[in-house]
């Protein structure tokens, strides 16, 4: 992560690195329809599931790492695609862990079994079980107490199979949740090894929703995500973070070698106009994961909540480097 701060510091167009972070959709399609969620308005063309072929084309090529962390997740629900486990097995030779993001309503103990002996490194469990009537109120279409036990099933499977799966809990705060998170942070850090709270964004201002909290729509500084993330859509389209719209991308893996996208003209030119002039869609994006939202972290009051003591001193260390420019 160093290099990417070192280079962003240095407002580097060309990056000598390969992608921190490799978001990679299985799926667009999705079981749920929750409140806070834009996939319909910002998924992209067409929908369906990635492709082994895709998948290959994305991470297989002759450099080893080409993305240090695969976190299989997206604009739908990565669990919907049969593939996953064996996505899970391609990917690992390749990046150094291996994540899956998941709304945890498909996630039987099969599933769990499956997924950990395909050797999966971490998962993110989205919960937001503040109570039964929140939860489905937000997570429209999914039940409550299955998604607890799911949860509780795959700890404890991860647990006696000793497979070393880190276990994050993700709750999207918002309004709805904020005034119970205390009590449910205090249950969930001692099940799970860590709890993240997302402050809820508005997807580049597409989402119109009285849950986004105006407090967080304010971009200070530049966004970071191009210079250590990339995102590839179910049908190899690349595009540099998970809020971009659906209309336009920057290459496709199945026509251009991934580590050719990160640097071309297409990318560069993007990276120039986040310094300078921002797009009318990145500048109300309120969304920066290691900026903005970690910024939100570790100074508004609930910044107390168990964010990782790294996570906590990278994130003062890059804001301090931010604030330089
Ligand atoms: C889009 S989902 C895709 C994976 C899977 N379907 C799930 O819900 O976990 C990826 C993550 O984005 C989060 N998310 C959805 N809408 C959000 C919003 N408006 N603000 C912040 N995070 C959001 C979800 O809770 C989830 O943790
Ligand atoms: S489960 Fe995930 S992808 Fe599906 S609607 Fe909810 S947040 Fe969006």
Known sequence: ????????????????????????????????????????????????LMSVETLRNVINVENRNVIRTVDFTGHGEPL?????????????????KVGLTTNSTLLSKDRAKSLLDAGLDFVSFSFEGVSKEVYESIRVGANYETVFQNIHDFVALNKKLNSGCKTFLIIVDSPLTHSSLPKFVDYWAGIVDEVRIMGIHDWGGVLDSSLVEKS??????????????????????????????????FGNVNEEPMP???????????????????????????????????????TVPHASF????STVSLAKRFITYRSRL
Not at 23 to 45: F, H, K, Q, Y
Request: some cysteine; overall charge positive; charged content about 20%.
């Open 1 to 48: 992560m160093y290099k990417a701060i070192f280079a962003f510091n240095h407002k580097k167009l060309k990056l000598s690195y390969s992608p921190i972070l490799g978001s990679l959709e299985p799926s667009n399609l999705c079981n749920l329809n929750c409140v806070m969620c834009a996939r319909d308005t910002i998924s992209g063309r067409g929908s369906g």
């Open 80 to 96: 919907l695609n049969p593939k996953l486990e064996k996505f899970i097995k391609i990917a690992k030779p390749f990046a150094r």
């Open 216 to 249: 967080y729509s304010h971009r200070k500084l530049p966004c970071f995500e191009p210079w250590y993330h990339i995102y590839v859509r179910w049908n190899g389209d690349v595009v540099p973070c998970c809020v971009w719209e659906g209309k336009t991308k």
């Open 260 to 298: 050719k996208i990160w640097n071309n003209s297409i990318y560069q030119k993007f990276r120039a106009s986040l310094l300078s002039s921002p797009t009318d869609h990145c500048r109300s994006c309120n969304l920066d994961m290691l900026g903005d939202v970690f910024s939100e972290a570790v």
């Open 306 to 309: 168990p964010f990782h003591k």
